[in-house]
Structure formats: C-alpha cells, structure tokens
C-alpha cells in the first residue's frame, strides 16, 4: 500500500497512468465497434468462431466480434519483424539507416508504418473472404468488390488508429505503447477465464471441485512466480578497463559487467512460430476437405503429435536467431575493444568474440528450453486434462504479459526515484 501511495502522490506518474487508462478504455470501446456492411447477427447467433485463437487472444475479443479492431497491432508486429530482419546486411539501404542514429530510427519507423498499412490492407481483405466463407457467405450483407474494399479500408483505418493511440501511450503515458495495447488485449480475457473455471468447478459445488479448482490456481500462480524468476535470470559477465585502475579506485566504481538475460530474444520466437504454424491452417480451414488438407492439419497443428514438434523445432531456431541479432558477440566485442575494455583472462577481439558466442550458445539453450516449456504447457495440459479452453497454463500470453509488467515496474520504479531526487535536490 505504502508503493501505491507513492505512485499516487507523484503528480506526473498519476498522470501518466490515468491516460494509459483512458486510451485502454478507448482501445476496448472500439473492439466492440463491428466492421460496416456485416450481418451482426450472425456473429451473436454463433457460438464458435472458425478463427485463430491466439490472435482472437492478441486482440482482446476483436477478431472474434470481427470489429474495427479486429487486427488490432498485429500488422505492426510483423512489419516490425520484417524491417528488423531486413536490417541484417539483406538490404544495404536499411542497415545504413540503422547506423544513422536517431535520424535512422525515425526513417526505419516511417518505413515500418507504411509496411504495416500494406500488410494491414491485404490481412483485411483475407479476413473478409475468409470469415465469409466460414460463415458460408452469410456474414457479408453484399458480396461485391466495392464492399470488400470498404471493410479492408475500414479495418486498415482501425490499425492506424491503433498504432496511433500505441504511439500516445510511450509518449504521454506509461510504458512501450505497443507492448501496453497487445497485454490490455490479453487481460481482457481473463473475466472470461474465471467466470469458465467457475462454471465448471464451483456451480456444483463438491469437495473434488473445490479441490480441482484450488489446484488450478495453485499452478497458475506457481507457473506466474517461474516465468518472473527466469525472465529476470541473467548471466552477469565481469568486464574491466585497462589503466583506469587507480580512477577507478579514487572515483569508488566498482568493475563493470556485461549483463546476458536466460531469454535475450523475449517472447518473438513464440509468436513467430506460433505464426508460422498457424498460417497454412488458416489457409487450409478455407479449403474444401481432402486428403491434402488432411495430412496438412496434421502436420501444423500443435496439438497433434508431428504438428507439436515441428512447433518446438521452431521456438528454438528462432530462439537461437533472435537471441545473437539482439546480442551480436561482434559487435559487442569490437565495441569492448573500443573503449579499452576487456573480459578477465580473455584477449580483446576475436577471442572475446569466440568466448561471448560460447556463452551466448549455452545461456540460449537453456532460454530455448524455458520457452518451449511455458508454451507447451497450455497444449499439455489441454491434452491430459478438461480444462475450459479460456484457461491456459502458461503460454504466450502468459510470456507477454509478465515481460510487460516487469518492464512497466522498472519504469514506474525509475519515475518514483527521479521524483525522490529531485525533492532531495530542492
């Protein structure tokens, strides 16, 4: 209680806060907001959806209620994604920006944003045929060109002013914008969660129900506890400065260190190959049934035995990928050399190089097998036991939703010890 009233005091962070709320509040009033020309009472009268649970999950319910947000910031994501692999020497253009600094970064965001709207306009125009389709052809009040091109204009709209109200939020509120709208999606669900767990547990009230329902939120605050300890798990690796012993000495600072975090590459493994898998069952779903696509859901469906290691496959690759483009041994190892620094016992160069890149390795393997856990277990658990399919034990969501908020900790955390200061300095 003491921590909130701190927060609540400091004028500046109060404000922050009420803002991010108020632009949460706006982000769930538009997810309610249907897309025009669709027959609205299909959607109600239908009690499943023939789409993508993970991104109806992304989108707080959007998807499912094909609304104005139905994309919500995913488009951004993946432009995201694209421009920073582009980035890796594959197009000369883009790495230039990237050593431009700051004027770089705004060029690279420009690009991202305009790559998003691309990406947004064609993602609209497949969702609308698809949900048409899955809805065989109801859903739609008119099947013409010019009434897919509205609902695709429409929904591209609906970004935008997603990723514009993502952009307020790192500016005037609390927190990285786009991290903050994908948790606010995911929280949203979490009413539906409990409300299933009650029904299924407590309506009938028995001693095995009450028992079972103790144990699921036992393992969901146990699992919680696991991923904040290994997301915050790093590998401090001790650094030192050539002849700057006795300054060093004099001015009280202690060797410095080269901080490398169990999970380096966050929660994009996950939802790349989440993505990947996912994608040619979306296609296929809009097929007709056959043998080939049979034997296709059997291969990308991760409930399934070939489907579920060809999942695990990918979080590690792309572990692995993302953890050395975050961490880059070279680049970190010739800005070492740079500044006169060195890792005790090993040669500055190529040799620091070689050693960060052994480190890097097996900190990673460990990394790649904590991801693959914490995303298999909602598919394990969904397999052995009858769990409500709102409930997941661990997952992606989970992920995402502990790194924000050990991130937005540290933010408010640094905001609260700036204001101390500066009443210390007054």
Do not use: C
Request: hydrophobic residues 50%.
């Amino acid at each position: 209680m003491a921590t909130f009233s701190k927060i609540w005091k400091n004028a500046d962070l109060r404000k922050k806060i009420l803002f991010t709320l108020m632009i949460f509040v706006v982000y769930r009033i538009g997810s309610y907001i249907p897309v025009p020309t669709i027959n609205t009472s299909v959607l109600e009268a239908s009690a499943q959806t023939p789409m993508l649970g993970f991104f109806d999950t992304l989108s707080g319910g959007a998807l499912k209620r094909f609304s104005l947000f139905a994309m919500s910031i995913s488009p951004y994501i993946t432009a995201s994604i694209v421009i920073q692999l582009l980035q890796m020497d594959v197009v000369p253009i883009l790495s230039e920006w990237a050593k431009e600094g700051e004027t770089g970064k705004r060029k690279l965001n420009q690009l991202t944003r305009y790559v998003t709207l691309v990406l947004a306009f064609v993602q609209a125009i497949a969702m609308s045929i698809g949900f048409d389709l899955g809805y065989q052809g109801i859903l739609l009040e008119s099947h013409s060109v010019i009434t897919y091109l509205y609902i695709a204009l429409t929904m591209t709209a609906g970004t935008a002013v997603m990723i514009f109200l993502a952009d307020q939020i790192t500016s005037k509120g609390i927190g990285n914008g786009t991290s903050m709208i994908i948790v606010a999606g995911i929280l949203s669900r979490v009413p539906y969660m409990l409300n299933d767990l009650y029904t299924k547990y407590l309506v009938n009230i028995t001693v095995s129900n009450v028992l079972a329902f103790i144990s699921v939120l036992a393992l969901l605050a146990l699992t919680i506890i696991a991923v904040i300890y290994l997301q915050s798990a790093t590998r401090k690796l001790p650094i030192q400065y050539a002849n700057r012993h006795n300054s060093a000495q004099l001015s009280g600072r202690k060797d410095s260190f080269i901080p490398l975090k169990l999970n380096s590459a966050g929660v994009i493994p996950v939802i790349f190959a989440a993505s990947l898998v996912s994608l040619p069952l979306t296609v296929v779903n809009f097929l007709p049934e056959s043998g080939v696509t049979n034997v296709i859901k059997a291969i990308f469906n991760y409930q399934q035995p070939i489907g579920f290691i060809l999942y695990v496959v990918l979080i590690v690759a792309f572990t692995y990928f993302y953890a050395f483009v975050q961490v880059s041994p070279e680049k970190v190892a010739e800005n070492l050399k740079k500044q006169g620094s060195y890792i005790p016992g090993v040669r500055p160069g190529v040799d620091t190089e070689e050693y960060l890149s052994k480190v890097l390795s097996r900190i990673t393997f460990i990394g790649a097998i904590y991801l693959v856990v914490i995303a298999g277990l909602p598919i394990v658990f969904g397999a052995i036991t009858d769990l409500p399919s709102s409930v997941e034990i661990g997952g992606t969501s989970l992920l995402i939703v502990v790194g924000v908020a050990i991130e937005t900790a540290k933010q408010i955390q640094t905001k609260t010890m700036d204001q101390k200061y500066k009443g210390f300095i007054k």
